[in-house]
């Protein structure tokens, strides 16, 4: 049974950094992609960041690039979201997702088949 676990939300104020860690289990990690989107109150689920199987290739919405890091540990079956620079508007709930997105795809939420629970990001100005 494929499981992801999110870990490392938080309230912050602005212009702090919070890392999002998931946790996977239950296929070989390393084999899959690893997604990062985000769903604020009231809105759809949008892209954040994604990080191929390799590891050597990454993609960014844009409003985070060159504020979020995603990186991956195969060894540790785990996958991080570094924060840096949070604003309010980062404010929701953040799920990591497990996928073979196909082509660039990445930024699409049905690319990928696994999905964790959530962890809540609140950044107050």
């Known amino acids: 049974q494929v499981r992801l676990v999110e870990s490392g939300g938080g309230l912050v104020q602005t212009g702090g950094s919070l890392r999002l860690s998931c946790a996977a289990s239950?296929?070989?990690?390393?084999?899959?992609?690893m997604g990062w989107f985000r769903q604020a109150p009231g809105k759809e689920r949008e892209f954040v960041a994604a990080?191929?199987?390799?590891?050597?290739?990454?993609y960014y919405e844009d409003s985070v690039r060159g504020r979020f890091t995603v990186s991956r540990d195969d060894a540790k079956n785990t996958a991080y979201l570094q924060m840096n620079s949070l604003k309010t508007e980062d404010t929701a709930v953040y799920y990591c997702a497990q996928g073979l997105p196909h082509g660039t795809s990445y930024n699409r939420g049905d690319e990928y088949d696994r999905w964790g629970q959530g962890t809540q990001v609140t950044v107050s100005s």
């Open positions: 239950g296929r070989t990690f390393s084999n899959y992609a």
């Open positions: 990080i191929s199987w390799t590891g050597r290739t990454t």
